[in-house]
């Protein structure tokens, strides 16, 4: 056993020594690691609190176990910008009790520099960043970036297929070969469409990188980003009820037929009906969804219980298929027997519903496992004319409707 005593006057950790075992030795290495990065944190904001009542408009941060100063600079030689912004500039010290002091003094001369007007980035510029992180090629800072992703994602099936589908699509059409930079990205992300699906994508997965790396002016990408948003198409080609529940009657295959159904019923995306658990019927679960676990319900129970979807019946596919396969399937089955909608659109019908039967968004989003935002922003957007004024004539003419004030 080792036992550890605290000396004030010195801030460190010591170990007496007692037959100390190995977890001993990680355990004190730990600590003392931890302690010490507490005591530097309060040291570098008393420092800046120094530095906020001189109004230096300068403050030390600390990144590992490095100091950074930040403030509103100038953009530097190489970045195309007009207009100062928030920038880091590495101080190359050690967020150590001398280092500390050293951020400090540094951080009063770059205030005065920009009192003054006399800052040069010339004078900082060879601290902005290490030499290894100039030199590193993007294939080398995506392997960092997918090794940290993985850190932090559990590794599934799904999230790999999300990894491919995603981030992986974007990276493999940088060249890997050369040292990434604001102008090899932006070169990629001008050779797609503007305002189309790959130009955001491209952004998007782009700036991830970009942040990651930390490298100057990734603020520009998001300029490029562009007006896309999830399509708008007209409502009306949406079938309505009637015509989806003629056409699931004119289904021959009875585990199809099921398939058609709970997609009908539940608003389902179309892995979903494969990740399904109907022991509470009419009440569903979704075990494995897009945003996890989630309860879904009929809006018409008369269709659930007409068509027993209770006796779960499903086609002849592998289900340990990765979620986005699996979907792929049910879209081909639909594509193949050449009908007039999409499995989707069953989907979009089930927003509809929602809307119409006075569902609160928030509910119906919790229904559907998505977002307020998505289910306002993309699929009320399948919603027609005529259903918002069939939806106000039946709120208008209610008899508990409240009136007007009499005056």
Same mark, same amino acid.
């Given at each position: 056993?080792?036992?550890?005593?605290?000396?004030?006057?010195?801030?460190?950790?010591?170990?007496?020594?007692?037959?100390?075992?190995?977890?001993?030795?990680?355990?004190?290495?730990?600590?003392?690691?931890?302690?010490?990065?507490l005591m530097s944190d309060e040291?570098?904001?008393?420092?800046?609190?120094?530095?906020?009542?001189?109004?230096?408009?300068?403050?030390?941060?600390?990144?590992?176990?490095?100091?950074?100063?930040?403030?509103?600079?100038? *953009?530097?030689?190489?970045? #195309?910008?007009?207009?100062? =912004?928030?920038?880091?500039? +590495?101080?190359?010290? @050690?967020?150590? /009790?001398?280092?500390?002091?050293?951020?400090?003094?540094?951080?009063?001369?770059?205030?005065?520099?920009?009192?003054?007007?006399?800052?040069?980035?010339?004078?900082?510029?060879?601290?902005?960043?290490?030499?290894?992180?100039?030199?590193?090629?993007?294939?080398?800072?995506?392997?960092?970036?997918?090794?940290?992703?993985?850190?932090?994602?559990?590794?599934? *099936?799904?999230?790999?297929? #999300?990894?491919?589908?995603? =981030?992986?699509?974007?990276? +493999?059409?940088?060249? @890997?070969?050369? /040292?990434?930079?604001?102008?090899?990205?932006?070169?990629?992300?001008?050779?797609?469409?503007?305002?189309?699906?790959p130009r955001k994508r491209a952004?998007?997965?782009?700036?991830?990188?970009?942040?990651?790396?930390?490298?100057?002016?990734?603020?520009?990408?998001?300029?490029?980003?562009?007006?896309?948003?999830?399509?708008?198409?007209d409502p009306r080609q949406l *079938?309505?009820?009637?015509?989806?529940?003629?056409?699931?009657?004119?289904?021959?295959?009875?585990?199809?037929?099921?398939?058609?159904?709970?997609?009908?019923?539940?608003?389902?995306?179309?892995?979903?009906?494969?990740?399904?658990?109907?022991?509470?019927?009419?009440?569903?679960?979704?075990?494995?969804?897009?945003?996890?676990?989630?309860?879904?319900?009929?809006?018409?129970?008369?269709?659930?219980?007409?068509?027993?979807?209770?006796?779960?019946?499903?086609?002849?596919?592998?289900?340990?298929?990765?979620?986005?396969?699996?979907?792929?399937?049910?879209?081909?089955?639909?594509?193949?027997?050449?009908?007039?909608?999409?499995?989707?659109?069953?989907?979009?019908?089930?927003?509809?519903?929602?809307?119409?039967?006075?569902?609160?968004?928030?509910?119906?989003?919790?229904?559907?496992?998505?977002?307020?935002?998505?289910?306002?922003?993309?699929?009320?957007?399948?919603?027609?004319?005529?259903?918002?004024?069939?939806?106000?004539?039946?709120?208008?003419?209610?008899?508990?409707?409240?009136?007007?004030?009499?005056?």
């Amino acid at each position: 056993m080792a036992l550890f005593v605290l000396l004030p006057c010195r801030f460190k950790i010591c170990q007496i020594k007692s037959g100390k075992s190995s977890k001993t030795q990680k355990f004190s290495h730990k600590f003392s690691h931890n302690f010490n990065e507490l005591m530097s944190d309060e040291a570098i904001s008393k420092a800046n609190e120094r530095l906020k009542t001189m109004n230096a408009r300068v403050s030390i941060e600390r990144r590992g176990d490095r100091l950074w100063l930040r403030a509103t600079l100038p *953009p530097k030689p190489h970045i #195309n910008k007009s207009q100062p =912004y928030q920038q880091k500039v +590495s101080l190359g010290a @050690k967020a150590t /009790p001398v280092g500390i002091q050293y951020a400090e003094q540094k951080a009063k001369l770059l205030g005065a520099q920009l009192d003054l007007g006399q800052f040069n980035w010339a004078d900082w510029i060879d601290t902005i960043e290490a030499p290894q992180e100039r030199t590193a090629t993007i294939g080398e800072w995506v392997a960092r970036f997918e090794k940290d992703y993985w850190n932090k994602v559990k590794r599934t *099936p799904n999230k790999e297929e #999300n990894w491919k589908r995603d =981030y992986a699509v974007v990276f +493999s059409r940088l060249p @890997k070969n050369e /040292p990434l930079t604001l102008d090899a990205l932006l070169t990629y992300i001008k050779s797609t469409e503007p305002d189309s699906r790959p130009r955001k994508r491209a952004c998007d997965y782009c700036h991830k990188l970009a942040e990651f790396a930390n490298l100057e002016g990734r603020e520009a990408i998001k300029s490029y980003k562009g007006s896309y948003s999830a399509k708008s198409v007209d409502p009306r080609q949406l *079938p309505s009820d009637e015509e989806i529940a003629k056409w699931y009657e004119t289904i021959k295959n009875p585990a199809w037929r099921w398939v058609a159904g709970a997609m009908i019923c539940y608003g389902l995306r179309n892995h979903e009906v494969f990740r399904l658990d109907a022991k509470d019927f009419p009440v569903m679960r979704v075990t494995e969804g897009k945003t996890g676990d989630r309860v879904v319900l009929p809006l018409y129970p008369e269709w659930a219980e007409r068509w027993q979807l209770q006796q779960k019946t499903l086609p002849q596919i592998n289900q340990n298929f990765s979620n986005a396969k699996l979907g792929t399937k049910i879209s081909g089955w639909f594509y193949d027997n050449k009908t007039s909608f999409s499995a989707y659109d069953l989907r979009h019908c089930y927003a509809r519903r929602c809307f119409e039967f006075g569902l609160a968004p928030d509910w119906a989003a919790g229904l559907m496992g998505h977002s307020v935002k998505v289910h306002i922003g993309t699929y009320r957007a399948w919603i027609d004319e005529a259903t918002y004024l069939r939806v106000y004539r039946q709120i208008i003419y209610r008899d508990e409707r409240p009136l007007p004030p009499t005056i």
